[in-house]
């Protein structure tokens, strides 16, 4: 079996060399470089990744964290942070999230080299335990928090804008009755007024003039059918011949709402609306189409994965990062 010794030998390298690239750490020429892969490819060398963690203090993992781990936002972050992150080395591990403190410690002596916190449950406490570990730490951030780490980066997609701009749709769409059905394990009954979606729902609201009616947000979210059970509840109750809308949101959960009720036999679409975000399969997977709002994930996995790959002696740039959104019309609305 090659050796660390073998590859620099052959490349015409110290065995240091050998390790700068393997770690793409430290200035290595281009051509140096070209040389060691070349000699790591003919030698079919196997780096010994445990040696090399203990020389490096790395683990080369990161760690993704996200309420549902078969959600279609986070499975399409996933992805692209899994290609980018290979290209540089490392692993992610994708994690469902756990409120108790218990999960945030293991997660701690896992000795990650960042973790990507996809995810509101967290209070800002348990978040600076995290930071206190000295790895990166990402936020993505869809709700206000308060006193939180000054080291931890945070993604911010503009859903308050996005909410904003989908309920102002449907409203010049004739629809004056809106309900508002947030992600799957929101804790909105506690956060409010802190949740991004939601104040952007109520700006538009208030814009027109329109009350503000809790019977028409949904708090429940603990299970899908919980969330289902109460867009059914909304709709059985409408007065007739009131157009009904939802937002809803993510995609996945708008077009689940779609076809519960088209399955029920609840609707005619004529006085109905529903919309989505995030852009992803399920809005062009459905009939009709889903009108949401996107951006681009592979940017967001980008900006996560180059923050955590910053050397440990490096300054970590706590920084926000804005993502702004644009509109995809489609037949739901």
């Not at 793409?24 to 780096?47: D, F, M």
């Amino acid at each position: 079996m090659a050796t660390r010794k073998d590859v620099a030998e052959l490349a015409g390298v110290s065995p240091a060399v050998v390790t700068y690239v393997l770690n793409k750490s430290n200035y290595v020429s281009k051509e140096t470089r070209e040389k060691v892969l070349a000699a790591i490819k003919q030698l079919n060398y196997q780096p010994n990744y445990l040696a090399l963690s203990l020389k490096t203090n790395r683990t080369y993992n990161f760690a993704l964290v996200c309420d549902d781990i078969r959600s279609e936002l986070f499975s399409d972050i996933a992805y692209h942070m899994e290609q980018q992150a290979y290209e540089h080395g490392y692993n992610v591990f994708l994690c469902s999230s756990h409120e108790d403190d218990k999960f945030l410690r293991m997660l701690m002596h896992r000795k990650m080299d960042g973790i990507f916190i996809a995810t509101s449950i967290y209070k800002s406490e348990q978040l600076n335990y995290l930071a206190s570990g000295k790895m990166p730490v990402v936020l993505y951030k869809a709700r206000e928090y308060h006193k939180l780490d000054d080291s931890i980066k945070c993604v911010c997609v503009d859903y308050r804008g996005t909410a904003r701009v989908l309920t102002n749709h449907l409203i010049e769409r004739g629809y004056k009755q809106i309900a508002f059905l947030p992600p799957i394990y929101s804790a909105l009954q506690q956060l409010k007024c802190d949740d991004y979606r939601y104040r952007g729902y109520c700006d538009a609201l208030i814009s027109h003039n329109i009350p503000i009616d809790e019977g028409l947000v949904c708090f429940d979210t603990q299970s899908y059918a919980s969330i289902l059970n109460f867009a059914s509840s909304v709709y059985e109750r409408k007065k007739t011949d009131t157009p009904i809308a939802f937002v809803a949101g993510n995609d996945y959960l708008a077009t689940i709402v779609m076809n519960h009720f088209i399955q029920q036999g609840m609707l005619p679409l004529r006085d109905f609306a529903i919309v989505g975000m995030d852009a992803t399969a399920s809005s062009v997977n459905v009939s009709p189409r889903l009108t949401t709002m996107g951006f681009s994930k592979e940017e967001v996995a980008k900006c996560v994965v180059n923050s955590m790959l910053l050397d440990k002696e490096q300054v970590f740039d706590p920084q926000d990062v804005f993502f702004q959104t644009h509109f995809i019309p489609g037949g739901s609305s």
